[in-house]
């Protein structure tokens, strides 16, 4: 599958700090979106992104869909204990094709 | 609305038996994935299937690994002999057509142990 870069590969924050990170890849995606995975779960879709520049927010989460369609970030405002876990960036080449996945940003709250 | 249902939730067996893991997928989607999470790769994708037809197995690791679909509503995935090295968490993946329906919905694992 294609690569995708993930970074930074952890976080660790005090609560109430906002959270920036991103995911790059040497190919050109059809469509980003961001998963959010929890001890002992699977991964549960956060953001999806279908247009280079698109802004999307979901509560505090806010993504964006660069404009070379090469990349993605994440931001988080506020961050709350409960916003730990495993972040994951995922892209897709085109429509119907399967999902190359980053590595994952874990991250840390302390309250 | 029940999401992707995926059996047992953990498995522990000895080097050499043969597991099978599975899954029922969301009702109305006609793309099924299976996923292998390790610390080391992350999540990595084994084989994929849209109307039970299997699309990309070009990541199934070996010949040990077999996945079948027989209809719409059920997939296993089958390794035998196993070996302690196919211990991971295997997620099962589901979505359903259409460029708004890009969206891919997961199981909650099954947390295989091979001793």
């Known amino acids: 599958g294609q690569q995708l870069n993930q970074s930074p590969q952890s976080m660790f924050i005090q609560e109430g700090e906002d959270v920036s990170m991103n995911c790059t890849s040497s190919?050109?995606?059809?469509?980003w979106l961001w998963y959010k995975q929890d001890p002992g779960e699977g991964p549960v879709l956060l953001i999806a992104?279908?247009?280079?520049?698109e802004l999307t927010s979901n509560g505090r989460l806010t993504a964006q869909f660069g404009i070379t369609r090469k990349d993605s970030f994440l931001n988080i405002s506020a961050s709350i204990p409960s916003d730990v876990g495993i972040y994951f960036c995922a892209g897709q080449l085109k429509s119907g094709y399967a999902l190359n996945f980053g590595k994952g940003t874990s991250l840390l709250v302390t309250p | 609305d029940a999401g992707v249902i995926q059996s047992p939730r953990h498995e522990v067996t000895e080097m050499g038996q043969e597991v099978t893991l599975r899954c029922k997928p969301i009702?109305?989607?006609?793309?099924l994935f299976w996923y292998r999470q390790t610390m080391m790769r992350g999540l990595e994708l084994l084989i994929y299937f849209n109307n039970n037809v299997p699309i990309d197995d070009s990541g199934m690791p070996e010949d040990r690994f077999s996945a079948k679909m027989p209809n719409a509503s059920f997939s296993t995935l089958k390794i035998q002999p196993s070996e302690p090295r196919d211990s991971a968490v295997y997620f099962c993946?589901?979505?359903?057509?259409?460029?708004?329906?890009?969206?891919?919905?997961f199981g909650s694992g099954t947390q295989l142990s091979v001793l």
């Open positions: 993946a589901s979505r359903g057509h259409g460029r708004a329906n890009e969206k891919l919905f």
């Open positions: 992104l279908y247009k280079a520049g």
């Open positions: 009702s109305g989607h006609n793309s």
């Open positions: 190919s050109i995606f059809n469509t």
